[in-house]
Nanobody, 124 residues
Framework: QVQLVESGGGLVQAGGSLRLSCAAS????????MGWFRQAPGKEREFVAV????????YYADSVKGRFTISRDNAKNTVYLQMSSLKPEGTAVYYC?????????????????WGQGTQVTVSS
């Protein structure tokens, strides 16, 4: 089993920045695909960003391209999401995910492990 623990959420004004962190523990021998999804109130969970095992490949939702950056530190089993130019529609619970083997990164069902989520609120 793998445990994912997110941190770094909070309240920020529109246009501001936040950095989320997700630390993996448990059966983390070797690295895996890690990423982020989010779920806004009344909406379905949606893909935000993902990084492959080495970190050499990253993919983003169109809605966050150019504003969010995903990175990882495999020595610390940690993935980060740097969020800039935040918009009120970015208000959501952000979930860390890991272990997607099929490459279908945009699909919630691809990921074997999920964190509990961290709330991000962007005020206008």
């Amino acid at each position: 089993q793998v445990q994912l623990v997110e941190s770094g959420g909070g309240l920020v004004q529109a246009g501001g920045s936040l950095r989320l962190s997700c630390a993996a523990s448990g059966r983390t021998s070797g690295s895996s695909t890690m990423g982020w999804f989010r779920q806004a109130p009344g909406k379905e969970r949606e893909f935000v960003a993902v990084t492959t095992r080495s970190g050499s490949n990253t993919y983003y939702a169109d809605s966050v391209k150019g504003r969010f950056t995903i990175s990882r530190d495999n020595a610390k089993n940690t993935v980060y999401l740097q969020m800039s130019s935040l918009k009120p529609e970015g208000t959501a619970v952000y979930y860390c995910v890991s272990h997607c083997y099929s490459g279908n990164y945009y699909y919630t069902g691809c990921y074997h492990y999920w964190g509990q989520g961290t709330q991000v609120t962007v005020s206008s």
